[in-house]
Every structure is written in structure tokens, then in C-alpha cells.
């Protein structure tokens, strides 16, 4: 029997307790102690391993105030790289208190509701450490307080200093200082922008970040995680010894997602070697420093299903898992030249941007420069190269991999389509219905120059486009045949009236501006030669009319005949 594999596990103990399969990253542990940092701030995209690496960082460092236990956490780290490195790392097992924070829950709709969450993630944290109420050198207001903040019952502002007072109570009981965890610390601000109370959030945030972090003289290091790097005026306001590790870093960079000998060594193990080309176009490309890293998320899915049927198909699984928030609000506000470079990205070019280190929420759409940073920062683009240029540092960037650009195509054909639902197209019916082909290819032309298209899959693309506004008829039934495969037409659309009127439209996609009009000619002629009208006739319908459309680009042509 092979191991399972952790899919959605990102608990240490459990993937080392369970025998679940583990890519090694405890040479994080080295390069944390060596470097000393003194609070870290790891910001990689979403599901690329930050969860399951402070969970590791937690069992490897926390003294849990029981030498069994202590001991049995040791063991999870038998047969690991960290344990080969000598006894100056290994005697930090166990050595210190640990806070372990996630925010993740505080993806909420409404500020109280968010801050609820976060509240009772901080109570659970002060019960995981009840033992501090034992001890006789807190007093008692402060283990008045610790029961009330462990309660839920504590105020706002105990909330925006508890890590601080938990950091100092656990000193007195231990005489240990505090190592802190925090985890998604990004997804409380990123929720609160998208949902209209950002000030309320930042506000918070900062103030359980500044006492905890800034002048915590109980803390031995801190190492916080999230996918976007945030500005210190935001919430890091004065925290002059925070060091930002982000995808841009040489150092740390194998430590979050797989680097590519731990792709094929896995897909070796489980034997399915025969399939790494289908495995390194959907989730290879990603570059964090000069590191090729794969997602992490989608490697272990897709293997998944390769184990069961080694010629399962990829599928884009990060699109379920990742907030594509930024992505919907950037293609729903592009103007004309953003449209025109989202394009230029989705046929597999290259954009070339200026770094910008920290930004605002605030601050992503006051210029393209800070939205492209976003999404470079977020795992929707990776680095191609970078230069240097006038002081400043400019990256070449494309989209990393199939499986992004799949998130891309799905939200631009998404987006298209709710826009479609606004627009009439009572002129284009009636320009269908009087044999106009003209004034069809106009409207068509005008709607097409207003979207944003993706050529190299382009009949994809062209197909959802017709469907989409065709389907706006309350006088019409739209059938799309492509996904039956079956010798049939693109598109039929009839009235639901066997004595009403109805069309087979066939589409093509050309090569060139030149070959528009013969393409729509081929199209109109495959529907006689194919015979597509058998269809329409055996079901009862009479009035039949035919209409071959190509496309280039953003331009079209319409041919009409009859049925």
C-alpha cells in the first residue's frame, strides 16, 4: 500500500502520526534559526504550504510544558532533514512557549461578525495555555483577566493587546519567552476591503499586531503568513525590525511549494512518472526568488486522481480554493487599455511592471502598475525575468501556468456574460430574422470590441460569446451543440412554436483579417453539406434560415442563406 495522500491536511502531527505522504520542508527550521530574524513575514499565494509549515514550526518549537509530550513531538521529526543538521538545531525542540494564531475564519460579512471570529480564535488560544492559571507568580487581576479574555467576555481594546498580555503572563509563568505564530493575517483585511469596513479591520489588526510585535519584550521571534504584503503605515506602523520575505527573495525559497525533483519523485512513488508534461503545463511556472516551484495544492490533487486512472485529465482545483475576488473587480473595472493587456496576457504575452513593495488595499486601483503587483504578488502572474532600471526594480511578467489561465478564461467568460445579460439585442433579432448579415456583424463587432477576448483558445471563447447573447431572446430557445461532439451544428436557435421561425448559426475561427469573409462562406456551406437543417425539419419546424459567422480577433463576418 502507497501512502495517502494529506489533501486539505495541513496538521503536522497528523500527516507524521497517520503516515500521510510528506514533501520535507523542516530545512525552513534551519534557515529560520540562522538567520534570526526577529519577526518574518512569509507572503506567498494562496494553498502553497504556509498553513502546514507553521504547524510544523509549532510542533518543532513549542514546549508544551510536558516532557512526554515534548518527547512525542521530537518524534514526529525522526528521519526529517532538520534532525541530519546537529545538535545546534535540534536542541530547540521543544524550547519555547508558542502562540499559534490563524485568522482565516475572519472571512465574514460585517465587522462584528469578523471580530467575533477573530475574538474567540484569540479565547482559544488563552484556554490552550490554562495552565498559566496555576501558577502563583501572576496575580490576580491579571488572571482575572486571562480568564475573562479565555471567556469571551473581555473588552475591545483586551482584544487589540491580548497577545502582548499572553506573551507577558506566559514569561512569568515560564520564564521562557514567547515564539508567535500567525496565520492568514492578510485575510481579515483583504475580506474587510472587499466588503466595505477596511478602516474598522486595519484599525484592529494593527493594534494586535503593534503590541504583540513592535515593543513585545516577551517574544523570542515571530513568523507571520499571508499572501499579500501590506504596507507598514497600514498595520505595521513603526515595526522597523519586521524583515518581508516575498516570492521576490532568493532566501526560504524552496520552503513553500514543491520545487520540481520533489514533483517527480513524488509522481515516481506513486507511479505515475508518464504524465509529468500534462502535470508541469498546469502547475509548474511559478518562480519564488530563482526557485521553479509548483502549487503545492494542485500537484497533490491531481495525483490524486492519477493514482486512481493514470490518464485522468488536469483540472484548474485552485480556482475552488482561491479567493479570485481581485480578479473579478480588476476585469469589471478595466478600461480599454487594461482590457487590451489582459488580452495580451491570456494569447501568452509578457507584461513588464515596476515592483512596488508595499501597497494599501486602498491603493490597488489608484494605477494598473498596483493592480499587476497584486496579482504578481497573489500567484495570478509569475516572474518571466528582471531588470533594473532608473532605481527601480521592473519585472516581466505572464501567467504562470493551464491552470491559471483557466481561472482567467472562466472569470472573463463570467464576467462577459453579465454584461451580456444587461445589453439589448432586440436589433440583432431582428436583423436575424430579416436575413441581415450586415447589420449583424456590426452589432456583433461593436459588443466584441467592449469584451475581453483569449484567441489562442479562441473557439472556445467565441462559442460562449454567441451562446451568451443569443440566449437573452424571451422569443427563443438556444441550443449549443459543441459539447455533444456529435456531427451537429454549433448553435440552433428556435421558437418554441413549431410554426414559429428558427436558425443554425455555424462558426469558425480564422487565421488572418483576410480570411474572414471565406471562412464565413465555408461556415454557411458546411451547414447544406452536413445537412445540420435534418435536425430542425424532423422536428416539426418549416421557416429555417442559415448563417455561417467567423471570427478574427475583434472583428467578424456574417453570411445568411436559406434553410
Known amino acids: 500500500m502507497k501512502k495517502p495522500l494529506p489533501i486539505g491536511i495541513d496538521n503536522f502531527e497528523k500527516i507524521r502520526k497517520d503516515g500521510y505522504y510528506y514533501v520535507d520542508k523542516t530545512m525552513l527550521i534551519k534557515e529560520l534559526l540562522e538567520l534570526r530574524g526577529e519577526v518574518n513575514l512569509f507572503t506567498r499565494p494562496r494553498r502553497f504550504g504556509k498553513t502546514l509549515n507553521l504547524s510544523m514550526l509549532r510542533y518543532f518549537f513549542e514546549d508544551t510544558g510536558d516532557a512526554k509530550k515534548n518527547e512525542g513531538n521530537k518524534g514526529l521529526f525522526q528521519g526529517l532533514k532538520i534532525m541530519e543538521q546537529g545538535k545546534e538545531f535540534e536542541k530547540h525542540i521543544g524550547g519555547y512557549p508558542v502562540i499559534n494564531l490563524t485568522l482565516k475564519s475572519a472571512r465574514q460579512p460585517t465587522f462584528e461578525s469578523a471580530y467575533s471570529k477573530i475574538k474567540r480564535a484569540v479565547a482559544d488560544e488563552f484556554q490552550r495555555h490554562q495552565y498559566i492559571l496555576t501558577s502563583e507568580k501572576i496575580n490576580g487581576e491579571d488572571k482575572k483577566l486571562f480568564q475573562k479574555i479565555a471567556g469571551r467576555r473581555a473588552e475591545y481594546d483586551d482584544y487589540s493587546g491580548a497577545l502582548e498580555f499572553l506573551c507577558k503572563c506566559i514569561h512569568q509563568a515560564t520564564d521562557k519567552k514567547t515564539v508567535i505564530l500567525i496565520d492568514e493575517y492578510d485575510v481579515p483585511l483583504e475580506n474587510a476591503y472587499f466588503r466595505d469596513f477596511f478602516d474598522e479591520m486595519v484599525s484592529f489588526i494593527r493594534s494586535l499586531f503593534e503590541s504583540a510585535l513592535k515593543t513585545n519584550e516577551y517574544l523570542q521571534f515571530a513568523v507571520i503568513t499571508g499572501c499579500l504584503r501590506i504596507s507598514r503605515e497600514s498595520i505595521f506602523t513603526g515595526l522597523n525590525h519586521l524583515k518581508i520575505i516575498s516570492v521576490l527573495d532568493q532566501r526560504y525559497s524552496e520552503h513553500f511549494g514543491f520545487t520540481e525533483q520533489e514533483v517527480i519523485q513524488m509522481m515516481e512513488y506513486y507511479g505515475v512518472k508518464s504524465r509529468f508534461p500534462a502535470m508541469k503545463e498546469w502547475y509548474d511556472g511559478y518562480a519564488f526568488g530563482n526557485t521553479e516551484v509548483y502549487n503545492p495544492w494542485s500537484v497533490i490533487n491531481f495525483m490524486y486522481d492519477l493514482y486512481a486512472d493514470v490518464q485522468a485529465y488536469p483540472r484548474p482545483y485552485w480556482i475552488n480554493t482561491s479567493s479570485n475576488d481581485i480578479i473579478k473587480d480588476m476585469i469589471a473595472r478595466a478600461d480599454r487599455e487594461m482590457k487590451g493587456q489582459i488580452e495580451m496576457l491570456l494569447s501568452g504575452g509578457i507584461l513588464d511592471i515596476q515592483v512596488h513593495e508595499e501597497v494599501t488595499y486602498e491603493d490597488i486601483h489608484s494605477n494598473s502598475e498596483n493592480l499587476w503587483n497584486f496579482l504578481y504578488f497573489t500567484g495570478y502572474l509569475t516572474k518571466e525575468s528582471e531588470y533594473f ?106 421558437s418554441p412554436s413549431l410554426r414559429g421561425r428558427s436558425f443554425i448559426l455555424e462558426l469558425k475561427v480564422s487565421g488572418s483579417i483576410d480570411d474572414l469573409e471565406d471562412d464565413a462562406k465555408k461556415a454557411l456551406q458546411q451547414i447544406y453539406d452536413k445537412k445540420y437543417m435534418e435536425e430542425l425539419r424532423t422536428e416539426g419546424y418549416r421557416k429555417i434560415d442559415c448563417y455561417g459567422v467567423s471570427f478574427f480577433r475583434k472583428d467578424c463576418e456574417v453570411w445568411f442563406g436559406k434553410g
Request: charged share 30%.
Open 389 to 494: 532600471k532608473e532605481s527601480s526594480i521592473f519585472l516581466r511578467v505572464r501567467i504562470p501556468n493551464t491552470e491559471v489561465k483557466a481561472i482567467y478564461e472562466t472569470t472573463v467568460l463570467n464576467w462577459m456574460k453579465d454584461t451580456i445579460k444587461k445589453e439589448d439585442f432586440h436589433d440583432l433579432y431582428h436583423a436575424m430574422e430579416d436575413g441581415d448579415a450586415r447589420k449583424m456583424a456590426d452589432i456583433l463587432n461593436r459588443q466584441l470590441f467592449c469584451t475581453i477576448s483569449f484567441y489562442d483558445s479562441a473557439e472556445n471563447f467565441y462559442h460562449g460569446f454567441m451562446v451568451g447573447i443569443l440566449s437573452q431572446s424571451e422569443n427563443y430557445l438556444v441550443k449549443s451543440n459543441r459539447e455533444s461532439g456529435n456531427g451537429r451544428s454549433d448553435i440552433m436557435v428556435k
